[in-house]
């Protein structure tokens, strides 16, 4: 019977036209960001080619125009002069385009100039969105330390590498801004109607030779299986897409970590450190599977309790989004209790492996204090679908 419970909640997953609706829109999505957005975004520092050709023409010829006119003593005020300061300038910009024409990222890693890009910033940041699905801002602080690994660690260093446009750089960059709370709402928009359909059903009225907690189990096991499946599929046909366009990138690349030192109560004291993308990945791994397995159980209560879907989902969306409403980042507590005893505290998974939310609280090993209360979380809610199972029977639930 658990075959049959199984093969009927894939299939109507399957065939479910929001669910549909939703992979392709998924999809379609990754492929728009890879082919479009990403080669539209500047990475940190990233250099305008042409505007560099460009400003150094223009050097080139006030330099040139200077020592013709014979202005090349320092001014007495500013100790410089326009020829000095434009030669300079000229033979800075002449460097770095060479190893941008030449593709050497590690010798432009290796060059201390930049030009200044203050105007195309902000002309940038007027034309995103700014919504931070990807968390470049929060992998910036670490870009000083990244380069020097890139520079005597990486062997075939490329500019891809360089400007995180990697497939699994842009997956790390995900999981680190808004990915995880994105796959939790996702997860919880593809299994909301999983329990509520057997009320539609009509041959599930006469009952099935399960045991009705036991059905529910199942059920929930197979619809969050079925949720996890396709998020592997998107994510390695988005490697796969990604990786033809910029480098597929290695598990060994560098990434931010905030590593809180416990001995020492101060930020200022506590360093920046760097870790696997490998690394990174793993830790993750039990955040991920921990979560979404509460969630199918939270699903199972709401579905139990409220019996429609529309209801169903905004419950599941307000328990992924409620942490949003108190929390900053001043925020250490929650009705006077840490704030590291609450489930939703581990929604960014991305956040808590890397030690960000340590440093914002300042406090110790978050990572295994997640682990611990998600746990605690999950017995709390497979004993509150026990008992409402109990209370609510199949034949009151599908009445």
Not at 143 to 168: C, G, M, W
Not at 325 to 337: A, D, F, H, K, S
Request: aromatic share 12%; with cysteine.
């Amino acid at each position: 019977m658990i075959r049959e419970v199984v093969f009927e909640t894939i299939k109507y997953m399957w065939r479910s036209k929001k669910n549909r609706l939703f992979m392709i829109l998924t999809l379609g999505v990754m492929l728009a960001y890879s082919i479009v957005l990403l080669p539209n975004t500047a990475g940190l520092e990233e250099v305008d080619v042409q505007q560099l050709e460009r400003e150094m023409l223009g050097n080139e010829q006030t330099y040139k125009d200077a020592l013709l006119k014979g202005q090349t003593v320092p001014a007495v005020m500013t100790g410089t002069s326009a020829y000095e300061a434009a030669r300079t300038e000229f033979f800075n910009q002449r460097q770095l385009l060479t190893a941008l024409q030449q593709g050497d990222a590690r010798r432009y890693l290796e060059i201390n100039y930049r030009p200044d890009i203050t105007e195309r910033v902000i002309v940038q940041e007027s034309l995103d969105l700014n919504v931070p699905v990807m968390g470049r801002e929060a992998e910036n602080v670490f870009q000083p330390i990244k380069n020097q690994a890139y520079i005597y660690e990486v062997d075939a260093l490329n500019f891809h590498i360089v400007h995180d446009r990697t497939s699994l750089q842009q997956i790390h960059l995900f999981l680190i801004g808004l990915g995880p709370v994105l796959l939790c709402l996702g997860a919880i928009f593809m299994i909301s109607d999983i329990t509520v359909k057997d009320r539609k059903l009509t041959t599930q009225k006469a009952g099935v030779p399960m045991k009705w907690a036991g059905y529910l189990f199942i059920q929930s096991i197979t619809a969050v299986s079925f949720v996890l499946l396709f998020y592997l599929i998107s994510a390695g046909i988005f490697f796969i897409l990604n990786g033809l366009l910029y480098g597929f990138g290695t598990l060994s690349l560098p990434v931010g970590l905030f590593q809180f030192d416990q001995t020492n109560q101060s930020i200022y004291t506590s360093p920046l450190e760097l870790f696997s993308i490998g690394q990174f990945l793993i830790r993750i791994i039990p955040f991920f599977l921990l979560i979404l397995y509460l969630i199918s159980k939270l699903n199972t209560i709401f579905s139990l309790l409220f019996k429609q879907e529309v209801v169903v989902l905004i419950s599941g969306a307000f328990m992924i989004l409620f942490q949003q409403l108190y929390y900053g980042v001043e925020t250490t507590e929650l009705l006077g209790i840490n704030i590291s005893w609450f489930p939703q505290t581990y929604l960014d998974f991305g956040k808590i492996v890397t030690g960000r939310v340590n440093e914002a609280m300042l406090e110790g090993d978050f990572y295994m204090r997640g682990l611990l209360v998600l746990s605690i979380t999950i017995l709390i809610a497979e004993v509150l679908v026990y008992l409402t199972a109990k209370h609510i029977t199949r034949q009151k639930f599908v009445r």
